[in-house]
């Protein structure tokens, strides 16, 4: 029986104690501390299996492998999991993605205004400038055509802006996902930006609401605004709205305005052809403005009549038509000199009305006949002589008795350089100055008749010379002015304070800053030509301080007055007596002095030539009663000119000039003359006296021969007086 058989795992006694804790210690072969040397016991290659608690059990059996069919369900298990987690994690990141880009899209809309507040902003505002006949002179700021509805254009024209930029527009709600695709994939091919994947409406917004800055912000806002657009308006309204509003070059905005300023016509009646160009300059306006580049905006109306063919807008034959006989009639772009003086007119708006805000109409003193005069004078008298004397740049400004501006040439080319040489240049007047030293002079006790020594000069080292570097010793005041002697200007300069001769050149209307020192007699220190001609002003109307100016009034388009011009509060800055002086002084330069080739039958005018240092400046400011002209030339680099004086090419474009401007006018006399037209006739009809050089001394002086060394002291006594009866009667 069983009952007598020993079983191996029989009963144990449990043990308790010490001996218990350690009954079941076991020390292996590589629990043993080796000795020192000895070595270690390797490793068993195979892992040893663990030891039953119970040696009396069996050991275990070893289990069968899995099955292929087993193999092949768990790998299947395994594979649906996978997908599983896959499809999971996948739902996961899209739905955080949405909620990224909902975010995105609220913190983009929390930029923009309010939708509900969103309207159609007003029109850029435009500058009209208009001459004193009411005609206009200039646009400026952004020339903005009236709105033209989409019933009255010719058919092709919406057709070609659709062909060329959005052809999906009818099938999208603001923005094509086509398009940007193939936009996407037509950029990777070319390695770069070939073709932008906005709509025509992603456009308007953009042009109405946004900046033009290629960021991604301003790239959502312009979504936004598009789905905003279309949910508010219809196709028909935002094509309109579009081809209102979008810019093509030259500061044209709108069909209306572009074809205004490139064909001369109403974009009511555009040709297909022409219809094709405006579509194309949409894409770089600046770049394929026609009156700049006509070349690449022929190009380019063949691609937009191309892209219209593949549309069905046209058939082949129109397009083919229209490619091979262009009908072109581009007006060139504006570059006459009266933009020099809008130019101007737009430096100092801001100061009149301040920010414009709204189209307005600004008025101004411009005569256009005068203008077109002054433009030729300077442009052709320079293009025939500017090599002879070395001369590239001209300017003039011709002036009333009050100040107001009837011409301005800021140079001879605007389209080449809009540097106005007449308001912003700044030049050595030279002897052109010499006038507010006799002024001073004249009002510090000295008279016409008043001798003065002209020699040599020694101021601290400096050593002042004449222009024919002769000396003439004592002379008149007159002499000396006409003569335009340089050391009694300086000696006269010296006598009556540099600080004196600087407070009168700025009562009369000099704003620059002058250098009270010895040379300031010489005009060493730098004016603008505007502001001498102005300064010439009180000589001509009796005395009285003028502002120049060209702005008589500013009005809106609708006749709102924003600005009427105030008359000048300046007074009498000369003493009516001391005018008639300097009126008959300066009338001798013209007489006998270095003006002497300035004809002006009929009338009694003054003036003074001036010339700087080595040539490099040349003016001329000569006056009448109706008018204050100057005239500067020389060289943008301040280089020396080939001896060009101011009695020599200023006084003749002068002379042309002022005849043309006096044509039909009344004759009157300058302030405080005693002669009237009967002086005037026969001082001007008396011939010219030949003069080695234009800037040398006169031949003759004061109607008898000028002083020599050798030559009597002109006696003072005789004077002007003298003068007179010397030069109609013959004494």
Do not use: C
């Amino acid at each position: 029986m069983a009952w007598g058989r020993k079983k191996s795992g029989g009963r144990k006694e449990p043990q308790f104690g010490l001996g218990a804790s350690l009954a079941e210690l076991r020390l292996g072969p590589r629990d043993r501390v080796a000795p020192a040397g000895e070595a270690k016991p390797k490793k068993q290659s195979s892992k040893r299996k663990a030891i039953d608690s119970d040696d009396d059990d069996a050991p275990r059996e070893r289990k069968p492998r899995a099955s292929r069919a087993s193999r092949k369900r768990k790998s299947s298990s395994r594979a649906r999991g996978g997908f599983f987690r896959l499809f999971y994690w996948g739902a996961v990141l899209g739905l955080w993605g949405a909620i990224a880009v909902v975010g995105v899209m609220v913190w983009v809309g929390a930029h923009l205004p309010a939708i509900q507040s969103l309207e159609i902003p007003k029109r850029p505002p435009t500058i009209q400038i208009t001459g004193l006949d009411g005609g206009v002179l200039a646009i400026r700021g952004e020339m903005a055509g009236a709105n033209v509805a989409l019933k009255d254009l010719p058919p092709y024209l919406p057709k070609a802006f659709i062909a060329i930029e959005d052809r999906r527009f009818y099938s999208h709600y603001g923005v094509d996902p086509i398009g940007i695709a193939r936009a996407a994939v037509t950029n990777i091919l070319h390695r770069g930006v070939s073709q932008g994947g906005s709509t025509l409406t992603q456009q308007l917004a953009k042009n109405l609401f946004l900046t033009q800055e290629r960021t991604f912000q301003r790239k959502l806002q312009e979504v936004e605004l598009a789905l905003w657009l279309e949910r508010k308006h219809s196709k028909a309204e935002i094509l309109e709205l579009y081809l209102n509003r979008v810019y093509f070059g030259s500061g044209a905005y709108g069909v209306e305005a572009a074809a205004q300023r490139y064909f001369g016509k109403s974009a009511k009646h555009v040709t297909l052809a022409e219809a094709a160009m405006l579509a194309g300059l949409v894409k770089s306006p600046s770049r394929l403005a026609p009156n700049r580049n006509p070349e690449g905006a022929e190009q380019r109306a063949q691609t937009v009549l191309t892209a219209m063919a593949d549309a069905k807008f046209i058939t082949e034959a129109q397009a083919q038509a229209s490619i091979g006989h262009p009908s072109y009639n581009v007006k060139p772009a504006g570059a006459g000199t009266v933009n020099y003086v809008a130019d101007w007119i737009g430096e100092v708006l801001d100061d009149l009305i301040g920010q414009i805000d709204q189209s307005v109409v600004v008025e101004t003193s411009i005569d256009p006949k005068l203008q077109a005069v002054a433009e030729a004078a300077v442009i052709d008298e320079l293009a025939a002589k500017s090599v002879k004397f070395n001369v590239s740049q001209g300017a003039l400004v011709a002036m009333t008795a009050d100040g107001a501006v009837r011409a301005m040439v800021g140079g001879r080319n605007y389209a080449e350089s809009q540097y106005n040489r007449a308001v912003t240049a700044k030049r050595q007047p030279g002897s052109a100055f010499k006038p507010f030293v006799y002024l001073t002079a004249i009002e510090s006790g000295l008279t016409p008749e008043t001798i003065r020594q002209d020699a040599p000069l020694d101021v601290k080292g400096w050593k002042p010379e004449n222009y024919s570097h002769e000396y003439f010793g004592a002379v008149t005041l007159t002499q000396a002015l006409a003569m335009s002697l340089n050391t009694v200007a300086v000696r006269l300069g010296m006598e009556v304070g540099p600080k004196n001769v600087v407070r009168t050149a700025h009562r009369l209307g000099i704003s620059s800053k002058l250098d009270a020192n010895a040379s300031i007699a010489l005009g060493t220190s730098e004016v603008s030509l505007v502001e001498l001609v102005g300064a010439y002003v009180p000589f001509a109307n009796g005395g009285l301080g003028v502002s120049p100016h060209v702005v008589n009034k500013i009005r809106t388009v609708e006749g709102k007055v924003l600005y009427a011009r105030p008359a000048d509060q300046l007074g009498q800055v000369i003493d009516p007596r001391n005018v008639a002086m300097m009126n008959t002084m300066m009338q001798e330069t013209l007489l006998s002095g270095t003006a002497h080739k300035a004809e002006l039958p009929g009338w009694m005018a003054a003036g003074k030539t001036g010339t700087s240092q080595d040539f490099r400046d040349a003016w001329f400011i000569g006056y009448t009663s109706n008018l204050v002209t100057g005239v500067w030339l020389g060289n943008d680099d301040n280089s020396p000119t080939k001896k060009a004086t101011g009695g020599g090419l200023p006084v003749e474009i002068w002379t042309r000039f002022m005849r043309a401007a006096h044509q039909g006018v009344p004759v009157a006399a300058l302030p405080g003359s005693q002669a009237g037209g009967l002086f005037a006739n026969i001082a001007q009809a008396a011939p010219p006296t030949n003069v080695a050089a234009a800037n040398a001394p006169s031949a003759t002086v004061a109607g008898r021969p000028a002083p020599t060394r050798a030559s009597v002291r002109p006696e003072a006594a005789s004077g002007l007086d003298g003068w007179l009866m010397d030069r109609l009667f013959g004494r």
